[in-house]
């Protein structure tokens, strides 16, 4: 089945700095969407981005679907931030069912 | 719109006991999922239901477990004969699927966290 990596697995980023997440998956995806879970366990959707570019705030993120990656963006980190991040794709097999990549755990220090 | 919740929030039970829990998506969803994971993991997917259709389950699935959606609305997840590995956090999720094939993002409820002793 397809594989969803993601890197790096930990960071650790001073208050205002910017940093940049990955997600790589191994075979072509409908569909792929970015979650923050927030320490008490919630899944926070970020963005729904199969493809192309897409802005939020101090978040952004890309996705080049033909050469299989994704970039999650977040820029003037803010404490609130931490927590995991997770990348999750619907593969083209016809089955609707999302494959969660395996995590960047986020911590922002004041 | 409230969004999707699941109760109990929290389980405790001891091993060898059924429980059962709920999950309501969001009104207009058609499609719901239930996920599970564990601590240090992405969540792991374990079954999808199209309205009241269960259309596909995951081989985690074992046959202790089961999921219904009677009327297409709410769902329920039962795990029979609680073993101590399934401690997790149970997660569902719902969507919008159009009569074309265009899926919608997923919005996931904040999960009811099991502890089997």
């Known amino acids: 089945g397809i594989q969803v990596e993601q890197s790096p697995p930990d960071l650790i980023l001073q208050e205002g700095a910017n940093s940049t997440l990955r997600c790589n998956f191994s075979d072509s995806v409908n569909n792929l969407q970015w979650f923050h879970q927030n320490p008490w366990g919630q899944l926070i959707n970020l963005f729904y981005i199969p493809s192309g570019t897409k802005q939020n705030g101090r978040l952004s993120a890309t996705t080049v679907a033909t050469e299989r990656y994704s970039l999650l963006y977040i820029s003037s980190s803010q404490t609130t931030d931490s927590g995991v991040y997770f990348c999750?794709?619907?593969?083209?097999?016809?089955?609707?069912?999302?494959?969660f990549g395996t995590g960047t755990r986020l911590k922002v220090l004041a | 719109d409230t969004g999707v919740s699941q109760n109990p929030r929290h389980k405790i039970t001891k091993r060898g006991q059924n429980v059962t829990f709920r999950c309501d998506p969001i009104s207009e969803h058609n499609r719901l999922y239930w996920y599970r994971q564990t601590l240090g993991q992405g969540p792991e997917f374990l079954t999808y239901?199209?309205?009241?259709?269960?259309?596909?389950k995951s081989r985690l699935l074992s046959d202790r477990f089961s999921a219904e959606r009677p009327k297409g609305s709410f769902s329920t997840l039962e795990i029979q004969r609680t073993e101590q590995g399934d401690s997790a956090m149970y997660l569902c999720?719902?969507?919008?699927?159009?009569?074309?094939?265009?899926?919608?993002?997923?919005?996931f409820g904040p999960g009811t966290r099991l502890t089997v002793l």
């Open positions: 999720a719902s969507s919008l699927i159009s009569s074309t094939g265009w899926t919608d993002t997923q919005y």
């Open positions: 239901f199209q309205n009241e259709a269960q259309l596909e």
């Open positions: 999750a794709v619907e593969p083209v097999t016809g089955t609707y069912k999302y494959i």
